[in-house]
Antibody, heavy 121, light 106 residues
């Protein structure tokens, strides 16, 4: 059974760096084709994809946020970490991590419950 | 960046109705399109992948069609449990979500 869970601060100040951790079980990030991504959703708004890391350390980023994002993985601990620099109140959102299936043509299939992050001084 | 445009933005329908939601891509994405359902306060749930393949465990009243730039999600007979917001996602080149379609049950 695949599960993912996000953790990190509920509140960050403007200009600070946000660090979020996705802890997962039921799959390995050593398996060819597997990835873990981050998606966010501002209150009342649509989903926005942020970043993805693959089993082979390949990284993909949203072009509009690329300069602010870093995604890394710790395979031994079954964790993926997302860092977002220079936080602003517009970054207030629920942040989700999600599993990307190993099979070609599969999008995100399992999602964490999400973590609410508020940016305010 | 590939833009995804959904219509309508909101939809109100009755139990038993046939509901159609459309998603248009700004360029061809072949069949690399998924549909998600998001209930209030919950994470999105995958319904359809590769434009028309039903995810395991999803009721057969949900179906998807299309390729290239035009896609549809159809609910053949609306049920009370189907209320929520529906999103399309292109995964042909990186990932882009549509803006969502909020579905209410009358």
């Amino acid at each position: 059974q695949i599960t993912l869970k996000e953790s990190g601060p509920a509140l960050v100040k403007p200009t600070q760096t946000l660090t979020l951790t996705c802890s997962f079980s039921g799959f390995s990030l050593n398996t060819a084709g597997v990835g873990v991504g981050w998606i966010r959703q501002p209150p009342g708004n649509a989903l926005e994809w942020l970043a993805l890391i693959y089993w082979d350390d390949g990284e993909r980023y949203s072009p509009s946020l690329r300069s602010r994002l870093t995604i890394t993985k710790d395979t031994s601990r079954n964790q993926v970490v997302l860092k977002m620099t220079n936080m602003d109140p517009v970054d207030t959102a629920t942040y989700y991590c999600a599993h990307r299936h190993s099979t070609s043509g599969y999008p995100f299939d399992y999602w964490g419950q999400g973590i609410v992050v508020t940016v305010s001084s | 960046d590939i833009q995804m445009t959904q219509s309508p933005s909101t939809l109100s329908a009755s139990v038993g109705d046939r509901v159609i939601i459309t998603c248009r891509a700004s360029q061809s994405i072949n069949s690399w399109l998924a549909w998600y359902q998001q209930r209030a306060g919950k994470a999105p749930k995958l319904l359809i992948l590769r434009a028309s393949s039903l995810e395991r465990g999803v009721p057969s009243r949900f179906s998807g069609s299309g390729s290239g730039t035009e896609f549809t999600l159809t609910i053949s007979s609306l049920q009370p449990d189907d209320a929520g917001t529906y999103y399309c996602l292109q995964y042909y080149n990186l990932y882009n979500f549509g803006q969502g379609t909020k579905l209410d049950i009358k």
